[in-house]
């Protein structure tokens, strides 16, 4: 009996070891995981729009002779810069100065011949005032005498069609800019308005072309009547222009033409902007990027682009909500700007979102929220700063 009673007390003392021992290896509660989170930014903020676009030139010439002749000079080094009024080619002159010399001749005789019928003339004149002559042979006379002066008139216009041959032998460039290739060279025959010599291209300014769907051109011209321009074809907007490799779009320019009508085919329209190019950074053919004001200004809710997630075609962002809860919150977005991303819809300015770390949360899930300051990735610090400074 008395082991029976040790046997039981020692049971029991090791049941409750065994308790204790299993309370001190529980493990405390998980805590919620720590995430950074950022209050939203509101911004007065302007869309903008991008298209592609190629530099033009403002003016482009085919030099071509205006007279046959043979090329005797080229006298300009292909993919310069040339002046207006700079000789390119000279055709061989000689044939041209040999027919001056025989029109000014023909024009001396037309001289001549009209000094002679005016005398006859006059003679005739005072002949047939004492019936000296018949009406009819003074009427020869006087007809004689205006034939001569219509020859006159022939011969001086033939001089000065000769004259102007024999300057077309020296080809000039009817424009400043770059000259192309020369397609002919010395030696070679060319005929009048057939031969194409070279291109000659202005360079400065220069113009941009680019196309819009029929919604941007719609879209830009009610913003046109909302800023009072009666006829937005007139209106001088800007633009800004983009090389490839360049940041940003950083050369400015005006919208100086939009086509009459749009392109059935493609349902574009073209549009041209004018841009300098005193230092030469744009060529006719190289593509641009083109940038136009899309929008009036508006008040825009902004966020960084690390806190968009995407759920198939879903947009969301994860809302800090009562009790650090997180929700899950679909969202549609808009342009970037200054690294920011404008959320149109699904966002109001008082909300909190998580900026980083969305794959270590769930919906419906508390968080340990660290609050840092809303920036573009890279600076988180900068974009409010200047936000502060814009509404002060």
């Not at 899930?365 to 890279?378: C, D, F, H, K």
Request: net charge neutral.
């Amino acid at each position: 009996m008395h082991r029976f009673f040790v046997s039981a007390a020692l049971f029991t003392l090791a049941l409750g070891l065994a308790a204790c021992a299993r309370n001190e290896a529980a493990p405390a509660p998980a805590q919620p995981p720590q995430v950074e989170v950022a209050k939203v930014l509101t911004r007065e903020v302007t869309d903008f729009d991008e298209f592609t676009g190629r530099f033009e030139a403002v003016e482009r010439v085919e030099v071509r002779p205006r007279v046959s002749g043979y090329i005797t000079q080229v006298n300009f080094e292909e993919g310069r810069e040339v002046e207006k009024g700079d000789v390119l080619f000279v055709i061989d002159p000689r044939p041209y100065e040999a027919a001056l010399k025989h029109a000014k001749a023909e024009l001396a005789r037309a001289r001549t011949q009209l000094e002679l019928a005016r005398s006859e003339r006059a003679r005739a004149e005072k002949l047939l005032a004492v019936r000296a002559i018949s009406q009819e042979e003074f009427d020869a006379r006087v007809a004689g005498s205006e034939q001569a002066l219509a020859n006159l008139q022939a011969a001086e216009a033939a001089v000065d069609a000769a004259r102007l041959d024999l300057t077309f032998t020296r080809v000039r460039s009817p424009i400043s800019g770059v000259v192309g290739r020369a397609y002919i060279t010395a030696g070679n025959h060319v005929r009048t308005g057939e031969t194409l010599l070279t291109t000659v291209v202005s360079i400065d300014p220069i113009y941009v072309e680019f196309e819009g769907d029929e919604r941007a051109y719609l879209r830009y011209l009610e913003l046109a009547r909302q800023n009072g321009q009666a006829r937005p074809r007139d209106a001088r907007v800007p633009l800004w222009v983009g090389l490839a490799g360049e940041t940003g779009h950083p050369h400015e320019g005006v919208m100086v033409f939009i086509d009459n009508a749009l392109d059935p085919a493609t349902g574009t329209i073209r549009a041209r902007g004018l841009l300098e190019n005193g230092e030469r950074r744009f060529t006719p053919g190289m593509f641009a990027r083109v940038k136009l004001v899309g929008s009036a200004p508006y008040e825009a809710v902004l966020v960084n682009d690390s806190a968009i997630g995407t759920d198939q075609s879903i947009k969301y962002v994860l809302v800090v909500g009562e009790n650090n809860t997180v929700e899950y919150r679909p969202v549609k977005l808009g342009p970037l700007v200054d690294g920011l991303r404008v959320v149109r819809e699904g966002l109001s300015p008082d909300d909190m979102i998580v900026v980083n770390g969305l794959m270590r949360v769930r919906p419906g899930t508390p968080i340990t929220p660290q609050l840092v300051a809303m920036g573009p990735r890279g600076s988180r610090t900068d974009l409010v700063a200047r936000t502060t400074e814009s509404r002060q």
